[in-house]
């Protein structure tokens, strides 16, 4: 009984802080429809700056609280800054690239706070104050913790207080509910997003700060953080606050119990109580739908591509085949490399571009895919076709069952509800160490003799993937693709023509994961091992990164940003250490200047002057 | 047999009575026009026809069978065609890929997943447009259109699957007067050759007046009158109703 309530009171500890940083991300997108990946970022530097300036003044209460609260304004001055140099540019463009974009600020603060505090773990020395606990019901509890617990509380009072007594409150709320209108009514709309970012980032600052003396600092913490506070907020109800208050309690709560119940797996029941709330409440337990205010430029048509650029296509196809008789060892594995990367960037455009599905854990696909190849050649010794062609039957069936869920949300929510199952999958390849070796991977995975030859591999990865991309295209073109591009275009439409739209989109998600499960599978025989990056986040955002590199609008779009990216990824890795730093840069800035991607750009330019 | 047979049809929004259970038959080959002024619950009541909306009471028979509450898909199954009020169109598709969608739709090839769909049904669908006028820009983008065309081509759309009952909301509004004519005059030529039943709804009264068989009014959710253009134009509550009686200013 003990136990069960000390157990819940870390679990309220946890939701506090959970909040802090989940009310920020919240009130953002409430006002201005930006789902801030770059939320995590402001809350590592929050810890960061927290250290730094806690360890420089006195250990007492009084100073660690002044601490904490220079830690949030210095937050909210460089959120400031973020807003008024970036966000402030894309408030217009599609969702997708706008996570995109602060994705691309998210890797830039990796590597600025590795330059500046350095790769270490930063712990906060805890004076005697920090450390004491107090006795309840014969155990001790932190006493610190007692304090978290009642911050959460206290700052969703203040919020409310600020946001229903005050003139800027009201006319948050008012944004919130319909910003069109609120600019109609001549409110500076600026100022207003300006400052909601600001205070949104100081939430997450003084989270991040409020998170040392249980920490530390740390390069991981801006990942761990957003995914929760994601599911946080995707729970709750995009842009509302209490709906984020309830979910961090649900969510602590959860955890605490997790960690006793089911060790090992927490992510899981996370992830099956978000799905639950999100089939049951598609817009989170308190949030509704959101308004439709963008006026979104109409998809253009698809048509068939320009004799010149298929000509264009056979000849790199030609020169693709050619290539091993020419290069080195090392230009080959990069082609490889290419090559699968075509496939996983084709097979994400297929749910995207003319699904409508914008996936953020595309890479689940791609490491169910890849790990089922690998067990099966080292666990049941299966011969390499055989891993081969489970990877794309097992990543499409895992497809099937999960995009059951996954078909009936829309938009951030659909995003988000992939993003968290990616997350599991890659939580579970990393704890099932007996299975899948964990951190260390599955090593060992030769193709088999008659393969062995780079080249030949090549040659069959090349056949392999393209043969797939082109079938994917092949599909597009065909009465299901069609289908498919009717219920994005027009869910309306589609139903008041006949058309099942609920089973229509789960086919292509089922063909989109079993196509990156292909991609997988051939990617784990040539780099010969997997390992749990595989599904990382940061390989999710890869294949999002080729698709809206090349354009989501075109079919030629995945295949072009496939190579691309995959020869930019490279070059950046040879040319500096501060390659995640350049990869943020050169992403915010091809957001900022070319939202359609290399091949919408170009078919914008082919067609000036062509079309009505 | 009456193609359509709806009674006692009932929606409540909150404490709204939308549609406050209203009856009503359409025959084959004939065109009913369902009248009244904003927020009388002329397109609740649509939705309620085809599907996209649940009724909270009431029937709505479809030559002879319960549909009521089936989903839209399979309303169309059973052969209905809609057009909306704002209009709904594949916007990424070319004007005779949209005619093409429905009539892939409804041979049951939406499962088909190599042969090329833009050869299948191509001369079908463009015998459609034709019939709307819409031949000329068979190969336009259906997200450019004008609005008065997209109107024309939704019903082409609507016609794919040669249906027994054709739901119009307002087909034409945005159009020119002219245009007007001419595209009830078609759907009139279909009702009275085809033998296809037409309900619609219409703001534009001169229209209404010129094609409808009957008409129904209705205003806050109620049928207030129902006859040809004569009886409906004679009668007071209709006129109070469109045209403000005093009695809701105090009656003096």
């Known amino acids: 009984m003990n136990f069960l309530l000390l157990q819940a009171l870390t679990g309220l500890a946890a939701a506090s802080s959970l909040f802090l940083v989940s009310a920020g991300l919240t009130v953002i997108f409430g006002v201005t429809r930006v789902v801030n990946f770059a939320h995590g970022s402001l809350y590592l530097l929050g810890a960061y700056i927290g250290w730094s300036i806690l360890t420089r003044l006195p250990t007492d209460p009084g100073w660690f609280v002044l601490g904490i609260l220079l830690a949030g304004a210095a937050t909210a001055l460089l959120g400031l800054v973020l807003e008024t140099t970036l966000l402030r540019r ?10 995109l974009a602060t994705f691309g600020v998210v890797l830039m603060v990796q590597d600025i706070a590795l330059k500046i505090w350095g790769a270490q773990d930063l712990a906060l020395p805890r004076p005697r104050w920090l450390r004491a606990s107090v006795i309840l019901l014969g155990e001790r509890f932190p006493q610190f913790d007692l304090a978290l617990i009642a911050i959460g509380p206290l700052v969703l009072l203040l919020l409310w207080l600020l946001f229903t007594r005050t003139r800027w409150g009201t006319l948050v709320r008012a944004a919130t509910q319909d910003r069109d209108m609120v600019a109609a009514l001549g409110v500076d ?22 998170a040392l003396p249980d920490g530390s600092a740390n390069l991981q913490m801006d990942l761990s953080i957003i995914t929760d506070a994601f599911v946080v907020v995707v729970v709750g109800g995009l842009g509302s606050l209490p709906g984020a208050f309830l979910a961090s309690l649900l969510i602590g709560l959860l955890q605490a119990f997790g960690i006793v119940l089911i060790p090992g797996a927490t992510s899981i029941l996370v992830f099956a109580v978000m799905a639950v709330v999100l089939v049951l409440r598609p817009h989170g337990l308190l949030g509704r739908a959101q308004p439709v205010s963008r006026a979104e430029a109409p998809p253009s048509v698809v048509r068939a591509a320009p004799a010149s650029l298929r000509w264009a296509g056979v000849a790199a196809l030609a020169l693709a085949i050619a290539a091993p008789l020419v290069v080195g060892p090392f230009a080959l594995s990069v082609l490889t490399e290419m090559a699968v990367a075509v496939l996983f960037a084709a097979s994400l455009h297929f749910m995207m571009g003319p699904g409508g599905m914008p996936s953020f854990g595309h890479a689940a696909w791609f490491g169910i895919g890849a790990y089922t190849a690998a067990l099966a050649a080292k666990s049941l010794a299966l011969p390499m076709p055989a891993g081969m062609l489970l990877a794309p039957i097992v990543a499409g069936t895992v497809a099937l069952l999960f995009g059951w869920f996954v078909v009936r949300l829309s938009g951030v929510y659909l995003a988000m509800l992939t993003l968290a199952f990616a997350q599991i999958v890659w939580a579970v390849a990393f704890q099932s160490t007996g299975l899948t070796g964990g951190d260390n991977g599955v090593l060992g995975v030769w193709p088999a003799a008659w393969a062995a030859d780079p080249r030949v591999f090549y040659w069959l990865a090349l056949a392999v993937c393209l043969g797939a991309t082109l079938a994917l295209r092949r599909v597009l073109g065909s009465p299901f693709g069609y289908a498919l591009r009717a219920t994005r275009d027009s869910p309306l439409r589609a139903a008041a023509i006949g058309l099942d739209d609920g089973a229509i989109r789960l086919a292509a998600f089922a063909v989109a994961g079993a196509c990156a499960g292909l991609s997988g599978g051939i990617a784990a025989y040539s780099k010969g091992s997997v390992f749990p990056s595989f599904i990382a986040i940061g390989h999710s955002v890869d294949a999002l990164l080729m698709v809206l590199l090349g354009g989501v609008g075109t079919l030629a779009g995945p295949v072009i940003g496939a190579l691309a990216y995959t020869g930019l990824y490279d070059a950046l890795l040879l040319a500096t250490d501060l390659w995640r730093f350049a990869l943020g840069a050169i992403i915010v800035v091809l957001v900022l200047a070319f939202p359609d991607g290399i091949a919408g750009t170009a078919q914008r330019l082919w067609l000036r002057g062509r079309e009505a | 047999m009456n193609a359509l047979v709806v009674s006692g049809l009932q929606k409540r929004f909150g404490g709204v009575m939308a549609v406050a259970g209203i009856s009503f038959a359409v025959a084959p080959g004939e065109m009913l026009a369902l009248i009244g002024p904003n927020g009388a619950g002329k397109s609740t009541c649509f939705n309620m026809l085809n599907g996209q909306l649940r009724p909270d009471g009431g029937r709505v028979m479809l030559a002879g069978r319960d549909i009521t509450g089936l989903a839209p898909r399979r309303v169309f199954r059973l052969g209905v065609g809609r057009t909306f009020q704002i209009t709904a169109t594949f916007a990424s598709m070319t004007v005779r890929e949209n005619v093409q969608m429905a009539l892939l739709s409804h041979a049951g090839e939406i499962r088909r997943f190599w042969r090329p769909a833009a050869a299948m049904h191509a ?18 983008a259906a997200g450019v259109l004008a609005y008065g065309d997209l109107k024309r081509l939704e019903l082409a759309v609507a016609l794919a699957h040669a249906p027994r009952l054709l739901l119009m909301d307002e087909p034409t509004a945005g159009m020119a007067p002219a245009e007007r004519v001419a595209l009830m005059r078609l759907a009139r030529d279909l009702a009275t050759t085809g033998g296809l039943a037409v309900l619609f709804t219409e703001h534009d009264m001169d229209v209404v007046f010129d094609v409808a068989d009957r008409i129904l009014v209705l205003a806050r959710g109620e049928l207030i009158a129902e006859g040809d253009a004569a009886a409906i134009r004679a009668d007071t509550r209709v006129r109070q109703v469109y045209l403000g009686s005093g009695v809701t200013t105090g009656g003096h």
């Open chain 2, 123 to 140: 001369a079908e669908a463009q015998a459609l447009l034709a019939r709307v006028g819409m031949d000329g820009q068979a190969h336009r």
């Open chain 1, 189 to 210: 709309q600026r100022m207003l997003f300006t400052s909601v970012f600001a205070l949104g980032a100081a939430l997450a600052g003084i989270g991040g700060a409020l």
């Open chain 1, 90 to 99: 894309i408030y217009r463009a599609p969702e997708l690239l706008q996570l």
